[in-house]
């Protein structure tokens, strides 16, 4: 290999000074792939946001002393694309988020982890990103102070939701949220959810959606035994108390106050994760109301790496100055939820629910799409029926990763009259990792181990006026809290 370039540098040599052409009409040898001038490049844009000292990822990306050790699995990671950490079909759709690498990026990093991973010249080193460093991103006008918890240095850390109060005394137009964990490193993401303020919430005491889960030794979850239905530890609900539970009934205290609205609510609007930025509606001229009387129940998701850390979250607000011109609006529309419709059999790894389906009342420009199923969740796609007949496929998720909440950012103008569908698959059986018991008849419900087809999407509205309620038809509509 080395001898072959060596021949061909000496005959490109020679051609140049035989003729004094220019060495790459001559047919250069291909330069060498090196770490400073053409990986280095492409892991700040791409993964230093998650691969570098404090954020989640296991391991720093930053130098080249830090990546040449994980060459090989750099290549293995790009090439099948696990890393980043992004599901959406490249063939559809267009994201302003967009994580996927360019095939030459790929290509890049093979080339490098193949040609022995060579660090190259010191003088092509680009100096490092600077990085926002524990701060805020926005200038926050209001703070409010969100859960604090003990992350243990190992084992697995349920999903566990918290109420704080949101103190927003009346109604208030923000222009963008900006949710920030203090301990980056072990956050692998912080959803927020808005519900009303009700006289029997506590705030600021854990809500295990799933109660305690029993799990081995490896932290597998222990899977029911055969033939018990519904979920694996809390012992599946009967399918007939299950209407109640969607009712909010079944649920004590603040769990009720989550999960009991959720299908009246956008189940999980802001989230921190990393690498991804707050959610700011400034550059579409709009904002969000949050209705006096908002309090703010939060989702986090810690992934413990060896430390114990106390995390504290924080949600930052920029306010309104003025009446926005145009407003934001977070939905979700639920698939229909009765057991009749929704049962995903055991052992039935592509059960397909029945569609979530959202007809536009007004003319309004859909901004962000998000998927949300839970463990069996297995694929999702959204389409879109404008009123011309024109159909067209939005947003494609082949390999839908529950431990993912992403959000797409998207902007697409619909008229009036246009309808979306959402579709969902579920993975029910042996081979899906995350399944608590492929051999329960999995109903529709609130906790993990039940099942939902829950997709939230963003709106912007031209007319900040626009009651709403008023802006989507769906018989399983979810409106904004507070409207
Ligand atoms: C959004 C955050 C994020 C981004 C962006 C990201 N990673 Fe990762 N990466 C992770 C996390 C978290 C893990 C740990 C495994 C897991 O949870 O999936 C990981 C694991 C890895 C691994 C180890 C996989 C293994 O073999 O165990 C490699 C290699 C890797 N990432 C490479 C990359 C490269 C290269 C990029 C950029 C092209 C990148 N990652 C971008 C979060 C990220």
Known sequence: ??????????????????????????????????FNKDVLPVLQKNCQGC??????????????????????AMKNAVVTGTMPPWFADPNYGHFLNERRLKQSEIDTIAKWADGGAPEGDAKDVLPPVQWPDGGWQIKP??????????????????????????????????TSIEVLPSQLA??????????????????????????????????????APRGQRGGAVQGGQAA?????????????????????????????????????PPADFRPYNAAKLIPAGTDIAVNVHYTPNGTPVTDHVRIGFTLAKEPPKRRYIAMSSSAPSDPAQFAIPPNNGNWEAPPAVVTFDHDVELVGLMPHMHVRGKAARFDLEYPDGK?????????????????????IKLP????????????????????PN??????????????????????????????????????????????
Not at 208 to 222: F, K, M, S, Y
Not at 244 to 249: I, W
């Open 186 to 223: 072990v956050t692998h993401h912080v959803c927020l959810s808005y519900v009303q303020h009700s006289p029997e919430v506590q705030y600021n005491v854990p809500i295990l959606p799933r109660g305690v889960i029993q799990r081995d030794a490896e932290g597998n979850e222990i899977r």
């Open 141 to 174: 006008d209001y703070i409010v102070e969100g859960p604090t918890y003990d992350v243990p240095p190992k084992g697995i850390v349920e999903w566990t939701w918290f109420v704080v109060p949101g103190g927003f005394t009346k109604d208030t137009w923000v």
């Open 416 to 435: 009036k009259g246009t309808t979306m569908k959402v579709f969902a698959w579920y993975d029910n059986s042996l081979n899906n990792k995350f399944n």
């Open 240 to 276: 007939g108390q299950r209407r109640e539970a969607q009712g909010g009934a079944a649920f004590p205290g603040a769990l009720g106050v989550v999960f009991g609205r959720s299908a009246g609510t956008s189940l999980i609007e802001e989230c921190y994760e990393p690498g991804r």
């Open 51 to 72: 691969h570098r000292p404090g954020q989640i990822a296991p391991m720093s990306l930053l130098t080249y002393k830090d990546a040449r050790p994980w060459a090989k």
């Open 1 to 34: 290999m080395i001898r072959e370039s060596l021949i061909a540098a000496a005959l490109a040599a020679a051609v140049y000074f035989m003729t004094g052409l220019p060495e790459t009409i001559a047919q250069a040898p291909q330069p060498t792939v090196t």
């Open 438 to 483: 492929p051999n329960a008849t999995v109903y529709y419900g609130d906790q993990t181990w039940e099942e939902m087809h829950f997709p939230s999407y963003g709106l912007v509205l031209d007319d900040p006026s626009i009651d709403p309620r008023r802006v989507i038809r769906s018989p399983l509509q979810a409106r904004p809290p507070g409207n």
């Open 391 to 411: 159909k067209e496929t939005i947003l494609n998720v082949p390999r839908y990763d529950f431990n993912w909440q992403l959000w797409y950012d998207t902007s």
